[in-house]
Each structure stands twice: as C-alpha cells, then as structure tokens.
C-alpha cells in the first residue's frame, strides 16, 4: 500500500467502517448465530490489525533504508495508519471481552433458573451487546480519521505536532479495565 496516496487511506477507511458495520451487525445476531460471526469478526479484525502493522513496520524499515525518500505526505500516512492501529486493537478486546460474555451466558445457562439468575443472564446480556457496540464505535470513529487523514494527506505544509502531542496521542487510548473473575459456578441442575 502506498501511504501517501490518499486513495489508499480511503481503501482503509472503507475497510475499517465494514468492519464496524460487521461488528455492529453481530450485536443483533440470533443467539445460535452470534458465536460464529464473533469468531468471523475476531478473525477479521486479527487480519485487519496485522496489515496495519506490516504497512506501519514496513515503512519504519523503508524509512530507514532510505531516509531521503520520506515525504511529508509518506509520513502523514504512516502516522495515520499507525493511528488506527489503537481503535482497531481496542475493539480486537472488546471482541475478547464479548467472548468471556458468552461463556458467562454459557456459565449462567447451567444454573437453576431463579430470579437472581435470570437478572444475572439479562445483565450480561445488555453488557455483551454493549460491548459489541463500543468495539463497533471505535472502529466507525476511526474510519472516520482516516477518511479525514486521506483528505488531507496531500495539504500544504502545517505546523507539525510537536513530541508531547505525538507522545500524548500514543498513550492515550488504554485497554478498558480487566472485567473481575467469577467464582467456580456452582449449578444445580
């Protein structure tokens, strides 16, 4: 891929808002459904990350090699790329997180129903769907930047961000917080 062709980024960007539309389409999924296209979008979303970071290393190493060939535009769409690497990872845990969603579904199905189980399933329930909308938001939001980052690859020359605002932006986005661990089930049927 070439970085600094704004056509490409705008590629990414359309594969980016699939995937957020794949996502988001796996939230409404019939219950014996879900479990597959989970694993479908996990898959995807693995692949899509893994493109992202050969294009980003890929041109790291170019960089390297051939300092003199670096462009303003090359670098804006290298850092780019790079960018969406953050929200595509975050929604790649969202999606883990649905998945530990599912098993506690799986978990709470073996017990005896009751009120509390019942409120317990409901619960995780609401809490899986939205987890499959937040990860389908981060990746809507970030093929939003990269629509935006490929009209703009080609601009005159801005005043660049300076190292803080290039360190801010790269630690700002943190995995969500570890979800607590269950105790053992303990079913009674």
Do not use: K
Not at 67 to 92: F, K, M, N, S, Y
Not at 163 to 177: D, F, G, M, Q, R
């Amino acid at each position: 891929m070439d970085l600094d062709n704004p056509a490409h980024l705008r590629v990414l960007a359309t594969r980016l808002r699939d995937r957020a539309r794949a996502v988001a389409a796996a939230a409404s999924a019939p219950a014996g459904y879900l479990q597959s296209r989970l694993g479908d979008e996990t898959s995807n979303l693995a692949d899509l990350l893994a493109d992202l970071t050969y294009e980003v290393t890929g041109q790291l190493d170019e960089a390297a090699r051939r300092p003199h060939r670096q462009t303003r535009e090359l670098r804006r769409g290298t850092a780019a790329v790079a960018r969406a690497a953050i929200p595509v990872g975050l929604a790649l845990a969202g999606l883990g997180q649905a998945v530990a969603q599912l098993g506690a579904l799986h978990t709470l199905d073996a017990y005896e129903p009751s009120d509390e189980q019942q409120a317990a399933v409901h619960h995780t329930h609401h809490g899986l769907e939205q987890t499959l909308r937040d990860a389908s938001a981060q990746l809507a939001a970030s093929a939003e930047r990269m629509s935006h980052d490929a009209d703009h690859v080609d601009d005159r020359p801005r005043r660049p961000p300076t190292p803080s605002e290039i360190a801010a932006h790269a630690t700002a986005s943190t995995l969500p917080p570890a979800p607590p661990t269950p105790s053992e089930p303990n079913p009674t049927r």
